[in-house]
């Protein structure tokens, strides 16, 4: 996921990972369920510090495995909360929990994605959020957010199922979104955001 102007906070994700280029929309891999992670050992530490530093390099606050072409269910995160606390993670597997009834409460702001970069339109969603899965070496996580991180959540969880967030936009909104990528292409070569030197 993406945020304007964002400026990501220092790292304690796993770290020494490669820069890979971020897959866009309309790739498979992008639109179906991810598989889901069965194996903590050292192939997922290595796949999780790719993800991390891409999603740096990026600039964004949340990356899937499948945004860098990897079909596995899992997602990390540094993200500021409503209060502008950061929190940072990883979840593998990941199970959504969202308020029902009188205690949902949508927030209506703007959403952007690193897979369709440099577009942003309003997409309404639940003002909080909890995601359980599992941690880097198996163990039960649980996080919860608001604000940004709750939008956060909601959206990589949504990548490990295979949907983006234009799929939850009406169609007048979508064609929006799609103009205001295709006006920002230029920025974005497609082994963005790979450095120059590392291409």
């Not at 790719?50 to 600039?59: R, S």
Request: hydrophobic letters at 35%.
């Amino acid at each position: 996921m993406s945020e304007p102007g964002a400026s990501p906070t220092s790292p304690v994700l796993p770290q020494g990972g490669r820069v890979r280029p971020v897959v866009r929309w309309g790739e498979p891999v992008m639109h179906r369920t991810q598989e889901p992670v069965t194996d903590f050992g050292a192939e997922l530490q290595s796949l999780v510090a790719d993800m991390a530093a891409t999603m740096y390099a990026a600039d964004g606050v949340g990356l899937a495995a499948c945004q860098i072409g990897v079909d596995r269910s899992v997602f990390v995160f540094d993200c500021p909360d409503a209060d502008g606390v950061p929190h940072r993670g990883v979840v593998c597997n990941p199970e959504l929990l969202l308020p029902v009834g009188r205690d949902r409460r949508l927030d209506d702001d703007d959403e952007g994605c690193l897979s369709l970069p440099g577009a942003f339109v309003t997409c309404a969603r639940p003002s909080y959020a909890q995601v359980r899965g599992q941690g880097l070496d198996g163990s039960p996580v649980t996080h919860t957010g608001t604000g940004l991180l709750a939008r956060c959540l909601q959206h990589e969880t949504d990548h490990c199922r295979g949907t983006v967030f234009g799929d939850r936009l009406s169609k007048r909104t979508r064609k929006r979104l799609f103009r205001l990528a295709d006006e920002a292409a230029h920025d974005y070569p497609p082994d963005w955001p790979v450095p120059l030197t590392a291409s």
